[in-house]
């Protein structure tokens, strides 16, 4: 398995392009459907720039496909052991929002396991889920978050566990002085 940050965002880019390209999409009908600029949209694809977790958001739910599956769809192997060192992990380039990809990758499994680390003071914002429903289980491992879920903001600390299903938007947000680690379990 690979691990470079190079690596994955090369992947990531021809993977995104290939989605548009399987739907039949221009880059026009792609930047109505996301709300991402066109510009934008071609850049990512031809892996000039790598994609905000914001961006990454908003394609995830024009394609239907949740984040966690998209960075599965650039795996081309399942092996059912991934040492920590081999863990892709991908960090956005606005916010320095980490995200480890724990569960090993596979296309025909659907639960996954995702690691995140959030700065001090930063706010994700995602506007949409890829899928009506979608389950998840957020566990704090340190630090504090609040979590807007469904118009409803919990605030969560090491120890605690947040289970949802996804219907719209959310928003992750940490304090001004310290940041945020848990574990995401996505049941899809």
């Known amino acids: 398995m ?7 965002e090369t992947r990531l880019a021809h993977r995104l392009a290939a989605l548009r390209a399987e739907r039949g999409w221009s880059l026009d009908e792609l930047a109505q459907k996301s709300a991402v600029s066109r510009a934008s949209l071609s850049r990512i ?13 908003k394609l995830c739910v024009a394609f239907g496909v949740t984040l966690s599956r998209l960075m599965q769809m650039v ?11 081999d863990q892709e992990v991908w ?6 929002y980490q995200r480890r990809l724990v569960s090993p990758t596979s296309k025909q499994l659907s639960g996954e396991v995702i690691e995140v680390e959030i700065g001090p003071n930063q706010r994700i914002e995602y506007d949409g889920s890829p899928r009506d429903g979608l389950e998840h289980h ?17 605030h969560l600390k090491a120890g605690d566990c947040l289970r949802y299903q996804l219907r719209g938007g959310n928003v ?5 002085d310290q940041g945020a680690k848990y574990h ?3 049941i899809d």
């Open 91 to 96: 960090t956005d380039p606005d916010t320095g």
């Open 184 to 186: 995401l379990f996505i």
């Open 2 to 8: 690979m691990n470079s940050g190079y690596q994955i």
């Open 138 to 154: 957020l566990v704090m491992l340190s630090g504090a978050l609040s979590m807007d879920v469904d118009g409803q903001t919990h």
């Open 45 to 57: 694809e031809k892996g000039e720039v790598s994609p905000t977790a914001n961006v990454l958001g």
């Open 172 to 176: 992750f947000q940490t304090p001004r």
């Open 75 to 85: 795996e081309d192997d399942f092996a059912p052991l991934v040492a920590r060192a």
